[in-house]
């Protein structure tokens, strides 16, 4: 979210910074747009690595979540987090009905 924002205020600056140097792109927009992108790409390895392991732990697909990690990290995680919720209430009612 952070990368996006920072993105949008780039967007902002760069077309700033191209309408007073008629239409000619600073340098240094570029630099940071690369910086920005790199930042972006650490993260997304940064959640597959994440996924992978956590889905290791927890014997689901440890090959597929990290691929959903790398496409769209934020989405990922969100549907990952809710599939593990659903898994722990679902155990937790079995177990509560063994019990009874």
Known sequence: MLANFLSAELLKHSADAIFASKGNIPEKT?????GL???RFL??????TWLFYQAKD???????WPLFGLAKPSG???IFM???VYECRKTQSE???TQA
């Open 82 to 84: 809710l599939i593990l």
């Open 95 to 97: 177990n509560l009905e």
């Open 37 to 39: 992108q790199g930042i």
């Open 30 to 34: 570029n630099y940071i747009s690369l």
């Open 76 to 78: 990922a995680i969100v």
């Open 43 to 48: 993260f997304n390895i940064a959640v597959g």
């Open 58 to 64: 927890l014997k689901f697909n440890r090959f597929l």
